[in-house]
């Protein structure tokens, strides 16, 4: 089976239909009327682009389908998310972002509307650490924060049962399981790969990029957090310095323990065998 999902604007589904997908469009009600119940078993989500102000129609539509809203200026519009908190009676929700200057205040809004978020980070400008820092200590410590944010929820869960994670994976570009489709109907990576060649065998190209960075010796290669990484923070500039982001990864990393630490020391589950 096909696993890789592929991102669609509206006007691409009729190609798509069959294959799993996330539909993204700028209207709300086009989304309701274009796709019909044989499409929403195949929906990972939908994803609305602009925020418009009504969401009326998705309210009683599709209940439980997971609704993306996508605010790509999170300084000019994070006050509209106020619109969509309605949405929530029926339907997960969350809310992707960049991580630019500013950001915080939006996400911080996203989650006390208890809307999960999802940051775009790209390669973070060391000035952005510092509010990095802050949201991601709101979200280990802050018991209002009861949605997760990622990248901080998989890799914190990943890191705390020791299972493999990849972090281009958990940010949904990973070529391997995420195509994205212009309105032209052209298919290119996901995400910040945007510009790589996508006809170059694109199902390995995190291991191909991995491998390569160890290779040359870059700063990948003494880092303790290559594994879940795989590079994700060196594309596309190589020469990106990662001190910053490792305090995160560092920070992760002690809660990790630390939680693995208290769900060993706790009583045991129901029916669980005896050590």
């Not at 809004?109 to 509010?131: M, N």
């Not at 910040?192 to 694109?202: I, V």
Request: glycine share 6%; charged share 25%; net charge negative.
């Amino acid at each position: 089976m096909n696993p890789i999902v592929y991102h669609v604007p509206l006007a691409q589904l009729a190609a798509y239909r069959g294959r799993r997908l996330i539909v993204r469009s700028d209207n709300a009600r086009e989304l309701v009327a274009c796709l019909g119940a044989e499409d929403l078993d195949n929906l990972a989500y939908v994803q609305l682009c602009a925020l418009p102000g009504d969401s009326d129609s998705l309210i009683h539509w599709a209940e439980g389908l997971a609704i993306e809203l996508r605010l790509d200026g999170p300084t000019r519009d994070f006050a509209r998310l106020y619109r969509y908190a309605k949405l929530l009676d029926n339907h997960p929700v969350r809310v992707a972002l960049p991580v630019v200057a500013g950001f915080e205040k939006a996400a911080k809004l996203a989650l006390s509307l208890q809307f999960a978020v999802r940051l775009h980070i790209g390669q973070p400008e060391a000035a952005l650490i510092e509010p990095l820092a802050r949201l991601l200590d709101d979200y280990l410590h802050r018991p209002t924060v009861a949605q997760p944010i990622e990248y901080f929820h998989s890799l914190l869960l990943g890191l705390c049962h020791q299972e493999p994670v990849n972090l281009w994976a958990i940010q949904e570009e990973d070529p391997a399981l995420v195509r994205y489709v212009d309105e032209q109907g052209a298919e290119r990576l996901p995400g910040k790969l945007a510009e790589a060649d996508p006809t170059s065998d694109p199902e390995s190209f995190v291991a191909r990029w991995a491998d390569r960075l160890l290779a040359e010796g870059t700063e990948c290669a003494q880092c303790p957090f290559f594994a879940p990484c795989r590079g994700y923070f060196k594309w596309p500039r190589r020469e990106y310095d990662c001190a910053g982001v490792k305090t995160l990864f560092h920070t992760l990393q002690q809660a990790a323990d630390e939680l693995r630490g208290d769900l060993a020391a706790g009583p045991p589950t129901p029916g669980a065998p005896s050590p």
